[in-house]
């Protein structure tokens, strides 16, 4: 596998979304200056919790309605996942790039990032800045397990004027990060389990439209751009082979098992 690579992968399955990202971080932590940039969509709406979440608190599961559960590995919230939302990930092994000002620390990574973000939000259409400092609601437990992800804003989360736009999450081991995050574009899809307190710039839609094919050739070949400058790198379009597509279908049917739990990582 290259080492400086971009996947675009449209309206996937929801446990096979999980897997890839969790299979990049892996390929990530073994390959010292690797770095895999993804962008994806959702074939059906599902919720995702972050790994430290109280499941309980997390949603209501008397109003799941089948909509699919999966406990991330990374930090953060519930989310609703819904069709008409893009989402990006990346998993980066530090090591490999000292000098760049980047990879100096975690904080400098997260913030070029959300500055990249918030360009790419602005290019779609949404004119986007990124939050210098969390709410204070982040700090209190009850509020950290049970409000839904877009409740309240965390440090480099990206701003447009209807509100947080780009919610993300991120888990470090050793030097390689995994962040990935949810883009809404045209608004916080509402999913009767998650819990919407109310807060100021908080809205959520019903009745959103599936992600469409133009708008998502578009924003595919908007945002390798846009992350490519920002990090200063090269990226080449990555195709899974039929070794690494295996591992991936494995990987799915882990995280269809093992939805609810905290996962094990391969190389952990």
């Given at each position: 596998m290259s080492r400086l690579l971009f996947y675009r992968q449209f309206a996937c399955n929801p446990h096979y979304n999980m897997a890839v990202d969790e299979w990049l971080f892996d390929r990530a932590r073994s390959a010292p200056g690797s770095l895999f940039i993804r962008l994806y969509s959702w074939a059906r709406g599902a919720i995702t919790f972050g790994v430290?979440?109280?499941?309980?608190?997390?949603?209501?599961?008397?109003?799941?309605?089948?909509t699919p559960v999966i406990r991330r590995i990374t930090g953060g919230r519930a989310l609703y996942h819904d069709c008409s939302e893009l989402t990006y990930s990346i998993a980066v092994n530090l090591s490999g790039w000292r000098g760049r000002e980047w990879a100096t620390d975690r904080s400098s990574f997260y913030r070029t990032v959300a500055e990249a973000l918030a360009e790419f939000v602005t290019v779609m259409g949404k004119d986007a800045g990124y939050c210098r400092r969390s709410t204070e609601s982040n700090s209190h437990s009850d509020f950290f397990h049970k409000a839904a992800c877009f409740a309240s804003v965390s440090r480099y989360e990206v701003l447009a004027e209807?509100?947080?736009?780009?919610?993300?999450?991120?888990?470090?081991?050793?030097?390689?990060?995994?962040?990935?995050?949810?883009?809404?574009?045209?608004?916080?899809?509402?999913?009767?389990?998650?819990?919407?307190?109310?807060?100021?710039?908080?809205?959520?839609?019903?009745?959103?439209?599936?992600?469409?094919?133009?708008?998502?050739?578009?924003?595919?070949?908007?945002?390798?751009?846009?992350?490519?400058?920002?990090?200063?790198?090269?990226?080449?379009?990555?195709?899974f082979?039929?070794?690494?597509?295996?591992?991936?279908?494995?990987?799915?049917?882990?995280v269809c098992g093992t939805a609810l739990r905290q996962r094990i990582l391969l190389n952990s």
């Amino acid at each position: 596998m290259s080492r400086l690579l971009f996947y675009r992968q449209f309206a996937c399955n929801p446990h096979y979304n999980m897997a890839v990202d969790e299979w990049l971080f892996d390929r990530a932590r073994s390959a010292p200056g690797s770095l895999f940039i993804r962008l994806y969509s959702w074939a059906r709406g599902a919720i995702t919790f972050g790994v430290n979440q109280d499941m309980e608190r997390a949603f209501d599961s008397s109003q799941l309605n089948g909509t699919p559960v999966i406990r991330r590995i990374t930090g953060g919230r519930a989310l609703y996942h819904d069709c008409s939302e893009l989402t990006y990930s990346i998993a980066v092994n530090l090591s490999g790039w000292r000098g760049r000002e980047w990879a100096t620390d975690r904080s400098s990574f997260y913030r070029t990032v959300a500055e990249a973000l918030a360009e790419f939000v602005t290019v779609m259409g949404k004119d986007a800045g990124y939050c210098r400092r969390s709410t204070e609601s982040n700090s209190h437990s009850d509020f950290f397990h049970k409000a839904a992800c877009f409740a309240s804003v965390s440090r480099y989360e990206v701003l447009a004027e209807s509100g947080k736009i780009v919610a993300s999450a991120a888990r470090q081991m050793g030097d390689t990060i995994v962040q990935h995050g949810s883009i809404k574009l045209d608004g916080v899809a509402y999913h009767p389990a998650l819990y919407y307190p109310v807060v100021d710039g908080l809205s959520h839609s019903v009745g959103l439209q599936p992600l469409s094919g133009p708008r998502w050739e578009l924003a595919s070949d908007i945002f390798p751009n846009v992350l490519s400058r920002h990090l200063g790198i090269d990226l080449r379009r990555g195709e899974f082979d039929l070794r690494e597509s295996a591992e991936l279908d494995s990987r799915a049917k882990l995280v269809c098992g093992t939805a609810l739990r905290q996962r094990i990582l391969l190389n952990s």
